[in-house]
């Protein structure tokens, strides 16, 4: 002990402030620099038989780091490149904050107050199921190459065997394949969270998992690796053997049209609510369904941006994109709901700002400002129109307009993305795969739209046959609605046990 405890009092009284915190700072100088200079010295050591790599290549590895290319042939070869890394754990984190809590949050707040916790139940519920089906076998499914398949993945994956932190180069040159197990499985996990919107208030929670779980298999896990995986049949840019050349930056098909479409039969599976058509049904609490979006509209910074899996220029603009076509879809919503109703709603600026968000999602690394301006405007009308006047119009009960927004809205933007893609957004639209698949031509001669159009009818043809299946599978053992009682009582009390509020 450098000093007596009953030699400091007399010593601060001799001492200072100023002179405290002074050696204070140069105690934690000191210490720093010793450990510095301790792990520098240990990585200066020269061992026998080592060389230094010539000042070229390490040259030509800093800037593949710097562009995020191809650092084959240098000595960063495998390493992981700390910005794109530090970038993509944020965005993961930013995916996950978008369904615990925000699209808890937002579903909450729209049902009635005697459902409001099976909402929050079913996502985080979700949750969880999704993240150990992932491990299990689903990036396997999605990501792996062995089993040299347009439509699946492969089994080398399976538990997450092999998967560590060096990039898998299929993927990412410059990001931990841990890190990009990681960001997937955040999209994954909102997919199904986003359907169960359609059939909220009205279907058991162990109904909700089991449904869930089959559906990751039947549709997710398939038509993720279709549209993102290194062989898949829709990869336009990154697989040269693709048989449709199309294009999705970060889930138009995959995540909204998969859910919406969904989401639109499952109405029809499940049924109406008890009253739906006869009394009232509004939202219990828009202040929830604000909070909601407002998280929403921040953690999809990661899931659009984030899906470029560096922090580049592509990232940039997707940043950009993804604001412009919210802030428009949500003002003109907005603006047509005035000009129809005489009132512009809260819950219409809500609605609006994510039927941009998901419009976007899949242009939002290939379309400029202009694009995404006009794709937000016509996602504001066009979901709008399919949440008011088309679910009156043919009777179904989307209880939060899942189909309307995510299924609407996503095929809107996929649609639009073959309209607008640009190369000037994003080069890898005419780079090598792109050119040997055809996906160059289109972009340059036009007719993308073409392919888009046939990714988006092999998604709904998927997305619809998979639900039946996993449906009539859920119908036939733990059944899909609960008892007519406890439908009325509310599912708080009845599934949970809990009440969301206890005044």
């Known amino acids: 002990m450098l000093f007596h405890k009953s030699y400091i009092p007399a010593l601060w009284r001799r001492t200072t402030w100023r002179q405290a915190v002074a050696a204070f700072l140069a105690s934690i100088v000191l210490s720093l620099w010793t450990t510095l200079y301790s792990e520098t010295a240990q990585v200066a050591v020269p061992t026998s038989g080592t060389s230094v790599p010539p000042l070229e290549q390490r040259v030509r590895g800093l800037e593949a780091y710097l562009s995020n290319s191809d650092p084959t042939g240098t000595p960063s070869e495998g390493s992981i490149g700390p ?19 925000g699209l808890a949050l937002f579903y909450g707040g729209l049902v009635r107050s005697k459902n409001v916790l099976s909402i929050l139940a079913q996502c985080l519920g979700i949750t969880g199921l999704v993240t150990i089906l992932w491990w299990v076998a689903g990036y396997s499914l999605v990501f792996g190459t062995s089993f040299q398949s347009p439509f699946l993945g492969g089994a080398e994956h399976f538990f997450l065997k092999g998967v560590t932190s060096r ?17 997937q499985l955040m999209f994954a996990i909102i997919t199904p969270a986003l359907m169960i919107g359609a059939i909220a208030e009205r279907t058991k929670f162990v109904a909700v998992l089991l449904l869930v779980g089959l559906w990751m ?15 898949g049949l829709l990869n336009g840019v990154w697989n040269p053997r693709c048989a449709v050349p199309a294009i999705d930056f970060a889930g138009g098909t995959v995540v909204h049209m998969s859910s919406g479409w969904s989401a639109l039969l499952l109405c029809h599976l499940v049924g109406k609510r008890l009253g739906y ?9 828009l202040v929830l369904t604000m909070t909601g979006t407002g998280m929403l509209w ?7 941006a984030g899906s470029a899996v560096a922090a580049d220029g592509i990232a940039a603009n997707a940043f950009l994109t993804t604001t412009l076509a919210t802030a428009v879809a949500s003002f003109s919503w907005a603006l047509l709901e005035y000009a129809l109703r005489g009132k512009a709603s809260l819950l219409g600026f809500c609605s609006g700002a994510v039927a941009g968000l998901v419009a976007i999602t899949p242009a939002c690394g290939f379309v400029e400002a202009n694009g995404a301006m006009v794709i937000g405007a016509l996602a504001g009308v066009v979901c709008y129109f399919a949440c008011v006047k088309l679910k009156k119009a043919l009777g179904y009960d989307d209880a939060l307009d899942t189909f309307g927004i995510h299924g609407v809205g996503g095929s809107l ?25 055809g ?11 073409v392919a888009q159009l046939e990714a988006m009818l092999l998604t709904v043809l998927l997305a619809l046959v998979g639900t039946l299946v996993a449906a009539f599978v859920v119908r036939s053992t733990v059944g899909l609605r609960p008892a007519i009682e406890e439908e009325i009582t509310g599912l708080d009390t009845t599934e949970h046990g809990e009440e969301g509020y206890v005044l």
């Open 277 to 285: 058509g006869n009394e009232p049904m509004p939202p219990h609490n």
């Open 167 to 183: 990039p898998n180069p299929s993927y990412s040159y410059w990001v931990p394949e841990t890190t990009y197990a990681m960001f």
């Open 217 to 231: 298999f039947l549709v997710y896990f398939p038509l993720a690796h279709m549209v993102w995986g290194a062989t």
């Open 413 to 437: 933007g996929a649609f639009l993305t073959g309209v607008f893609a640009t190369k000037q957004a994003n080069p890898n639209l005419i780079g090598d795969a792109a050119t040997k698949n």
């Open 439 to 449: 996906l160059a031509r289109l972009v340059t001669e036009g007719g993308l739209w």
């Open 83 to 101: 910005g794109h890394n530090a970038w993509m754990m944020a965005s993961s984190a930013l995916v996950l904050f978008m369904t615990l809590p």
């Open 298 to 304: 921040v953690g999809w910074y990661g899931f659009n």
